[in-house]
């Protein structure tokens, strides 16, 4: 895919003028335009066939919708990348809207990595496993699976049926004894030679037979290879191949689940409702139903659900390849196009079909079934917790229901390892993305909680805005874990940074410290304390548990990574293998800061100028002598 920035000149108008003047040096290929706001934020990404006329189109006011027209009333200037062809436009356009998330575009919010099958091919005894992430060099992968119970059960029924390690190379060449995985016949322990070469390349090779979805004809190569071991009385080779072909039987149903007649394919369906969407991937490889995951796009509540499925279809696979076929429940209206991107991003033929009948049309009706009644629950769920906010602004007494509230709390051991935390709920729940970290820089006298609170206030709330206009990403309610005391803190903090309108609130234990019995510290209100069974209590000690819970688990692993540091670690040139080699031969680093430059300069992996620069940092005063 090739692609050319071009710069439009950036004038000083808004809306409809702004749009105006950039058209004067807009052309007409094809390519992708991003409309910008004020604070050169991006507000819109769109493709077009013919850059010139799509953008001309956002200049007759009258004929967009509300939403469309309000974003052209933010726009102050417009950026384009020239493509090579439409369906470059359309990638780039689906990359541009995943990474800058512009607020008036359909968004998909899907950060999560998928896991998949590993078979490691560059050795004599290949190790499957499952792998997130970056693909390893001389590996073969299988998947992508919707999560990780789905790649479990496959890696487990491939362990059962085929016999091949699962352990690391490490673990294998120091294995002088069988595991327990072939105690429990899960693997041919060719770590002490229990199984030849040549048969364990055989196994692997009927692994990838089984997991590229040609089970016939293996189940048929593997019952005349069990007649023939039966045969030649080769009892017990011929139970284990019988074991083999018995494990195929979990997988072996066609139907609904395991559709016979679809090999790689994603079942893609999409259900709307109240202005809200879910939309359901099956992940279907060699015949085998790889698991499901549902996805709620970000969007207005206008938008047409075949507009929704497009713009998801782009954004799903933008950082990963797409299967063969993909099949779904509503028509598209560019699906040539479609078609076109993702053959591009696959580099092979995609095909996208909205099946009629048969069993393929089965398969999307139980997709579109499993869509629908996730987002009813989702619905549910969401009116539950809207009650819950309307609660939380009526015990409070804020101006409206809040959308986002943010829970404050520290953690810490004597004032060690010290970490504030930030965790943030709303309508949808607990928002983990929104969750933040704050390791204490102070200077904060150990056990200081008010002086934790600041900063962490400071750092939140402390940023240089250019003007007065109140950031989106502010809490409509700022709760904190603690008393009085905590909440007079955070109230002088903000006052200092100037920060007004976010109502604070203090949730603290009573003397006896029973949950149920909390106090609430307010500025419009004197202390109280809601009703034992309140719901809204529930909430919010809800969240401050989850605050809680995040803060601790928060503290431990920074404290965790503090003493696994090294006295090592602070030495110039000395990274983690001659770390490793220096502890190995000297066995403690209090060992290492004790031994002499000769003993340094014998070490395994340790240059003389390594040794010098070694002995220098934990021997100041001779280092001294040497300059």
């Known amino acids: 895919m090739t692609a050319e920035e071009v710069p439009v000149p950036t004038v000083k108008k808004q809306g409809v003028d702004a749009i105006r003047e950039a058209l004067k040096t807009i052309p007409y290929s094809s390519g992708v335009y991003r409309m910008l706001g004020e604070k050169g934020e991006v507000l819109y990404v769109g493709k077009a066939l013919s850059l010139k006329k799509r953008v001309s189109s956002y200049t007759r006011i009258n004929q967009l919708p509300e939403r469309l027209r309000r974003m052209v009333s933010m726009t102050v200037s417009m950026e384009i990348v020239i493509t090579r062809t439409e369906a470059d436009a359309l990638l780039l356009e689906a990359?541009?809207?995943?990474?800058?998330?512009?607020?008036?575009?359909?968004?998909?919010?899907?950060?999560?990595?998928?896991?998949?099958?590993?078979?490691?091919?560059?050795?004599?005894?290949?190790?499957?496993?499952?792998?997130?992430?970056?693909?390893?060099?001389?590996?073969?992968?299988?998947?992508?699976?919707?999560?990780?119970?789905?790649?479990?059960?496959?890696?487990?029924?491939?362990?059962?049926?085929?016999?091949?390690?699962?352990?690391?190379?490490?673990?294998?060449?120091?294995?002088?004894?069988?595991?327990?995985?072939?105690?429990?016949?899960?693997?041919?322990?060719?770590?002490?030679?229990?199984?030849?070469?040549?048969?364990?390349?055989?196994?692997?090779?009927?692994?990838?037979?089984?997991?590229?979805?040609?089970?016939?004809?293996?189940?048929?190569?593997?019952?005349?290879?069990?007649?023939?071991a039966s045969e030649?009385?080769?009892?017990?080779?011929?139970?284990?191949?019988?074991?083999?072909?018995?494990?195929?039987?979990?997988?072996?149903?066609?139907?609904?689940?395991?559709?016979?007649?679809?090999?790689?394919?994603?079942?893609?369906?999409?259900?709307?409702?109240?202005?809200?969407?879910?939309?359901?991937?099956?992940?279907?490889?060699?015949?085998?139903?790889n698991g499901n995951r549902a996805f709620y796009p970000v969007h207005a509540e206008e938008e047409a659900p075949a507009d929704v499925l497009s713009a998801f279809l782009l954004q799903f696979y933008d950082n990963k390849p797409p299967p063969p076929s993909i099949l779904v429940n509503h028509a598209l209206p560019e699906q040539k196009l479609i078609e076109?991107?993702?053959?591009?991003?696959?580099?092979?033929?995609?095909?996208?079909?909205?099946?009629?009948?048969?069993?393929?049309?089965?398969?999307?009706?139980?997709?579109?079934?499993?869509?629908?009644?996730?987002?009813?629950?989702?619905?549910?769920?969401?009116?539950?917790?809207?009650?819950?906010?309307?609660?939380?602004?009526?015990?409070?007494?804020?101006?409206?229901?809040?959308?986002?509230?943010?829970?404050?709390?520290?953690?810490?051991?004597?004032?060690?390892?010290?970490?504030?935390?930030?965790?943030?709920?709303?309508?949808?729940?607990?928002?983990?993305?929104?969750?933040?970290?704050?390791?204490?820089?102070?200077?904060?006298?150990?056990?200081?909680?008010?002086?934790?609170?600041?900063?962490?206030?400071?750092?939140?709330?402390?940023?240089?805005r250019e003007t007065d206009e109140r950031p989106e990403d502010w809490p409509d309610l700022l709760l904190i874990d603690g008393g009085l005391g905590q909440f007079n803190a955070v109230r002088a903090v903000l006052n200092d940074l100037g920060v007004t309108g976010i109502p604070i609130v203090a949730i603290a234990k009573g003397p006896d410290r029973d949950a149920g019995r909390e106090w609430f510290f307010t500025e419009t209100q004197p202390p109280f304390q809601l009703p034992p069974r309140d719901p809204v209590l529930y909430y919010l000690q809800r969240l401050r548990d989850e605050a809680h819970r995040f803060a601790i688990t928060t503290h431990r692993a920074g404290r965790s990574?503090?003493?696994?540091?090294?006295?090592?670690?602070?030495?110039?040139?000395?990274?983690?293998?001659?770390?490793k080699a220096l502890l190995n031969h000297f066995g403690s680093a209090k060992s290492v800061r004790q031994a002499s430059l000769e003993e340094l300069e014998t070490a395994p992996g340790i240059s003389s100028g390594i040794a010098r620069a070694i002995y220098g940092h934990f021997h100041p005063e001779w280092l001294r002598t040497q300059s």
């Open 95 to 228: 990359n541009y809207i995943k990474r800058m998330k512009p607020r008036f575009n359909i968004l998909l919010r899907d950060d999560k990595s998928y896991p998949w099958l590993m078979l490691t091919e560059n050795h004599e005894f290949p190790q499957i496993t499952k792998q997130r992430g970056k693909p390893v060099k001389g590996a073969t992968y299988w998947g992508p699976f919707a999560s990780a119970w789905a790649v479990n059960q496959t890696l487990n029924l491939v362990q059962k049926t085929f016999l091949l390690r699962s352990c690391s190379d490490s673990v294998l060449n120091s294995r002088t004894r069988p595991c327990l995985l072939f105690q429990i016949r899960r693997c041919s322990a060719p770590c002490v030679d229990r199984i030849s070469k040549p048969d364990y390349a055989e196994l692997v090779m009927q692994a990838k037979q089984f997991l590229s979805g040609k089970n016939t004809e293996l189940q048929q190569e593997l019952a005349i290879e069990m007649e023939r």
């Open 340 to 464: 076109e991107a993702l053959s591009i991003r696959r580099e092979q033929k995609v095909e996208i079909s909205f099946p009629q009948r048969g069993e393929k049309k089965n398969v999307v009706d139980h997709a579109t079934l499993n869509a629908r009644e996730a987002l009813e629950r989702k619905l549910a769920e969401n009116t539950g917790q809207k009650k819950l906010l309307e609660g939380v602004a009526k015990v409070f007494n804020l101006p409206e229901t809040p959308k986002r509230i943010e829970t404050y709390d520290n953690s810490h051991i004597m004032g060690q390892a010290p970490y504030g935390v930030m965790v943030v709920g709303g309508p949808e729940g607990f928002e983990k993305r929104s969750y933040r970290k704050y390791a204490i820089k102070g200077p904060v006298t150990p056990g200081d909680d008010f002086g934790m609170m600041r900063e962490v206030m400071e750092r939140r709330f402390g940023k240089d």
């Open 561 to 579: 990574k503090g003493l696994r540091k090294s006295e090592l670690d602070d030495v110039p040139g000395i990274g983690g293998a001659r770390k």
């Open 232 to 289: 030649a009385m080769e009892y017990e080779k011929a139970a284990a191949i019988r074991d083999r072909i018995r494990g195929f039987a979990s997988i072996q149903n066609s139907g609904i689940i395991n559709p016979a007649s679809i090999n790689d394919a994603d079942i893609v369906a999409i259900w709307q409702d109240a202005g809200q969407t879910c939309i359901q991937v099956f992940f279907i490889r060699g015949s085998r139903n």
